[in-house]
């Protein structure tokens, strides 16, 4: 875990994490304990016989590992996490304001220019915070 992350882990949720897929890319996602507590209780809120929530809840919780900072401030990825992601000896962290995404860095540097080939679109997106944002 980098150092400028550490204390406030330290805070909020005293190192322990859960660690999960993301449904979007091939990367995990990397919530304090916390985070994640609220994240289920919304799962669970969900219509018990809707599909696409049932969806979204196997592959969220089924995958969802709780993990805690060691004294160096690393974490042991579980093996099918790891694998999941491609997630090698070259890893990426990538801050999300409330979570963290673990990418093979290959992954990342490929995903990180398609995003920023979509930043010429985001300037004439309809979202005027979207928009200021981007300028």
């Known amino acids: ?3 400028r992350y550490r204390e406030r882990l330290a805070e909020i949720c005293s190192g322990r994490l859960v660690i999960t897929i ?18 289920e209780s919304e799962l669970q809120a969900l219509p018990a016989l809707d599909r696409q929530a049932q969806t ?3 592959l969220l919780i089924g995958h969802a590992a ?5 004294r160096s401030a690393r ?13 090698e000896r070259r890893v990426r962290m990538v801050g999300q304001v409330r979570k963290f995404e673990l990418w093979n860095e290959s992954a ?4 990180r220019e398609e995003f920023l080939a979509e930043v010429e679109t985001l300037r004439d997106a309809p979202n005027e915070a979207l928009r200021s944002l981007v300028l």
Do not use: G
Request: proline residues 13%.
């Open 1 to 3: 875990m980098p150092s």
């Open 22 to 39: 993301s449904l979007l890319d091939r990367c995990l996602v990397v919530y304090p304990f916390p985070d994640w507590q609220r994240i």
């Open 56 to 58: 979204v809840s196997h």
């Open 66 to 70: 709780e993990c805690e900072l060691d």
């Open 75 to 87: 974490v042991l990825i579980p093996p099918p996490l790891r694998e999941f992601a491609n997630l």
């Open 108 to 111: 990342w540097s490929a995903r």
